[in-house]
């Protein structure tokens, strides 16, 4: 397995967990917390994309989905590229406002495609250039890849712990 090959799979194994998150949840469930001060289902699947989002851009070159196109709308939000959601206060939490759970989807699988299309034919060597320099060590693009990875799976699987508590 070549390392494209290797990173597709595993960023293709998080379309699925996104919509199972949120499908069938009403707008109102989106934005409930389980509890007071806690992060909400819409807001979890939002910051999530908005941190891949983010990051690709810069990877890219690109500006961000969310910035060039209604996304932004959907949540309530103005497209502002730099709220990714990071140190949110409870109320800035609650701000983010889903429309539905096929705003979320769409906007995951539009970042997720972006995503698929620049990890084709990445090679191992690609993952050893430097893109942060802000950092010590600086970062390089692999471990970039993984932290973003790590930290969409780690939001998506509090999402469908959410899910469950509202659901109960």
Same mark, same amino acid.
């Given at each position: 397995?070549?390392?494209?090959?290797?990173?597709?799979?595993?960023?293709?194994?998080?379309?699925?967990?996104?919509?199972?998150?949120?499908?069938?949840?009403?707008?109102?469930?989106?934005?409930?917390?389980?509890? %007071?001060?806690?992060?909400?289902?819409?807001?979890?699947?939002?910051?999530?994309?908005?941190?891949?989002?983010?990051?690709?851009?810069?990877?890219?070159?690109?500006?961000?989905?969310?910035?060039?196109?209604?996304?932004?709308?959907?949540?309530?939000?103005?497209?502002?590229?730099?709220?990714?959601?990071?140190?949110?206060?409870?109320?800035?939490?609650?701000? +983010?406002?889903?429309?539905?759970?096929?705003?979320?989807?769409?906007?995951?699988?539009?970042?997720? %495609?972006?995503?698929?299309?620049? =990890?084709?034919?990445?090679?191992?060597?690609?993952?050893?250039?430097?893109?942060?320099?802000?950092?010590?060590?600086?970062?390089? =693009?692999?471990?970039?890849? +993984?932290?973003?990875?790590?930290?969409?799976?780690?939001?998506?699987?509090?999402?469908?712990?959410?899910?469950?508590?509202?659901?109960?």
């Amino acid at each position: 397995m070549n390392v494209d090959e290797l990173l597709t799979e595993a960023f293709d194994r998080l379309p699925a967990l996104v919509r199972a998150a949120v499908a069938g949840l009403t707008p109102a469930q989106l934005c409930t917390p389980p509890a %007071e001060g806690a992060n909400t289902v819409g807001w979890l699947v939002w910051h999530l994309t908005r941190i891949q989002d983010g990051h690709l851009a810069e990877l890219t070159g690109q500006e961000q989905v969310y910035v060039t196109g209604d996304h932004a709308q959907h949540f309530g939000l103005k497209p502002d590229p730099d709220d990714t959601g990071y140190g949110h206060p409870a109320a800035r939490v609650l701000a +983010v406002r889903p429309a539905s759970a096929a705003v979320l989807v769409d906007y995951y699988e539009a970042v997720h %495609e972006r995503t698929r299309a620049y =990890l084709a034919g990445r090679t191992p060597g690609d993952l050893d250039r430097v893109v942060d320099e802000a950092w010590d060590p600086p970062v390089t =693009l692999g471990v970039r890849l +993984v932290s973003v990875l790590n930290d969409d799976l780690q939001h998506v699987g509090q999402a469908a712990y959410v899910r469950g508590l509202l659901k109960n």
